[in-house]
């Protein structure tokens, strides 16, 4: 069972670059989310995606952008990649947005140099 | 507005030793608490749940009691295991679904 796939599972960019990870779930679940994942801050929401054709600024959205492709895809995208955006990425997906748990994926680490 | 707060790691333990990592949360509701654990080079992982006060949510030898007049939602395990290491995050989601996690507490279980 795959659950919740991210791609790349490791990045390497230069300021300024773009890039796109890719999330899929294959839990028919409606909602999606990307969190970001750094030293003494825990998780903090980026962006969500609580139905297919919806999307919503989290914590800290300023820099990311998202698309929901369809009920399995979720992406982010960094038009101009900044030092600040090293961290890990995490996706995650939820059945629906009131029922409780959180699938995640297994991360994507980047680097922006 | 909503927080949760962990105790700071790393904490390290010999094996078969008693386990408690303390959570408290700040919520203006009646929120959800979670236990959530990644190992290394994983993703997170749901460990336990509870939805109301004095629930006890329990799972893999680990427990936690939602403690609404405390405030916490302490993650206990009577003998760890080497296999335990990893870190945990205490998480709530409000009514409004939106998801507030710890810092983090890493765990390390030596033989």
């Known amino acids: 069972n795959a659950g919740v796939t991210q791609t790349p599972k490791f990045q390497v960019l230069k300021t300024g670059q773009s890039m796109t990870l890719q999330c899929a779930q294959d839990?028919?679940?409606?909602?999606m989310y990307w969190y970001r994942q750094d030293p003494g801050m825990g998780l903090r929401l980026i962006y969500y995606?609580?139905?297919?054709?919806?999307?919503d600024k989290g914590e800290v959205p300023n820099g990311y952008n998202v698309s929901r492709l369809n009920k399995r895809e979720f992406s982010l995208r960094l038009e101009s990649a900044a030092p600040s955006q090293t961290s890990v990425y995490f996706c995650?997906?939820?059945?629906?947005?009131?029922?409780?748990?959180?699938?995640f994926g297994e991360g994507s680490r980047l680097t922006v140099l | 507005g909503d927080s949760v707060t962990q105790m700071e790691g790393p904490v390290t333990l010999s094996e078969e030793a008693f386990l408690t990592i303390n959570c408290t949360y700040t919520?203006?509701?009646?929120?959800?608490l979670f236990w959530y654990v990644q190992y290394p080079g994983e993703g997170l992982q749901l460990l336990l749940k509870?939805?109301?006060?004095?629930d006890k949510g329990s799972n893999k030898g680990f427990e936690a009691t939602y403690r609404k007049e405390t405030t916490s939602f302490h993650l206990e395990k009577g003998s760890v295991q080497v296999s335990d290491s990893a870190v945990y995050f205490c998480?709530?989601?409000?009514?409004?679904?939106?998801?507030?996690f710890g810092t983090g507490t890493s765990l390390t279980v030596i033989p």
């Open positions: 919520a203006t509701g009646y929120p959800s």
């Open positions: 509870a939805t109301k006060a004095d």
């Open positions: 998480a709530l989601s409000d009514p409004g679904n939106q998801f507030y």
């Open positions: 839990m028919n679940h409606n909602s």
């Open positions: 995606s609580a139905s297919e054709g919806t999307t």
């Open positions: 995650a997906s939820q059945r629906t947005r009131d029922t409780g748990e959180l699938f």
